[in-house]
């Protein structure tokens, strides 16, 4: 079954204690996202990946890394977590040249 | 600048009754527009992806149609279920470099 997969689904973590959640996806898919999601403010895109070592900011990075070594996986790492940082998370891939992406369920972070 | 403004912000409607969400852009270059339903706390579910040449696709009681001109997009659900209550969001992908831009999304409930 096509799909992606992030883990965990919910983390509640300390300020300053570093994290990080996975994403990987079974489609051999080049392109690969991360979006955080807050209430009133919809989807916003963190980083995205071309293909494997090509990453680049989205509309709102400060705060998180990325790293892209393999194709099917694409970690967000929160070196220092803030509880601004508290949202959901998800992570996307897809086709390169626009093509339907697929959802990860989401991860939920709390950050305190 | 490159946005997506959705109408209206939430709906309530009687199950069984049609109703339509509306989605005007300003995203330019422009590549596809995607309409997604998202359940509460899951991760978003592509409906219909419709290109610069198509005007209409549908899928089962979903109906999306697209104005380039006019840059505008509707979607139209038939014969409301209750589980059709969710969030729906308008998506634009520029041409180049797998931008997407998000509407804020409308929240449909349907009532029994």
């Known amino acids: 079954e096509a799909q992606v997969t992030q883990n965990p689904r919910y983390l509640i973590t300390v300020t300053g204690k570093k994290l990080t959640v996975t994403c990987s996806q079974n489609m051999n898919h080049e392109y690969m996202s991360w979006y955080r999601q807050d209430p009133g403010l919809g989807l916003r895109q963190i980083y995205y990946s071309m293909n494997v070592e090509v990453t680049d900011k989205g509309d709102v990075p400060e705060g998180y890394k990325v790293s892209r070594k393999e194709k099917r996986n694409f970690p967000l790492i929160l070196e220092s977590p803030s509880p601004n940082q508290t949202s959901l998370y998800f992570c996307a891939s897809g086709e390169t040249g626009h093509t339907e992406a697929f959802f990860g369920q989401g991860t939920r972070l709390t950050v305190v | 600048k490159n946005q997506v403004e959705q109408s209206p912000q939430s709906l309530i409607i009687l199950e069984g009754k049609n109703c339509t969400l509306q989605?005007?852009?300003?995203?330019?270059?422009?590549?596809?527009l995607r309409w997604y339903k998202q359940d509460t706390g899951r991760g978003p579910v592509s409906l219909t992806i419709m290109t610069f040449s198509e005007n209409t696709k549908s899928n089962g009681r979903y109906t999306a149609t697209l104005d380039a001109d006019t840059k505008q997009s509707s979607l139209h659900i038939t014969a409301s279920q209750l589980s059709d209550s969710a969030s729906y969001i308008c998506v634009v992908s520029m041409e180049y470099g797998n931008k997407l831009v998000f509407g804020a999304g409308t929240i449909l409930r349907v009532k029994s």
């Open positions: 989605c005007n852009y300003t995203v330019s270059p422009f590549s596809n």
